[in-house]
């Protein structure tokens, strides 16, 4: 998606550097087909439980993503 559209992307950004939250947020993404778990995409990026936590909670307040 459109992470500008959502106000997720820093516009500030340094030519063509991405930071880690965002770059993490679209991997993120990527991985959330339904079948991989939170814990499964938290080892596949390497990151802890709180951070994918603190990740759904933002796209779940956007509506970017929902749970079932």
């Known amino acids: 998606p459109f992470l500008q559209k959502y106000d ?3 516009s ?3 030519s063509g550097s ?10 993120f993404l990527a991985y959330s087909d339904g079948k991989n ?15 994918i936590k603190k990740i759904v909670k933002v796209l779940l307040d956007k509506k970017l993503i929902s749970l079932k």
């Open 12 to 14: 500030l950004s340094v």
């Open 37 to 51: 778990t939170l814990f499964n995409i938290s080892q596949i990026l390497n990151l802890t439980l709180s951070e």
């Open 18 to 27: 991405v930071n880690s939250k965002i770059r993490n947020t679209r991997l």
């Open 8 to 10: 997720l992307y820093d």
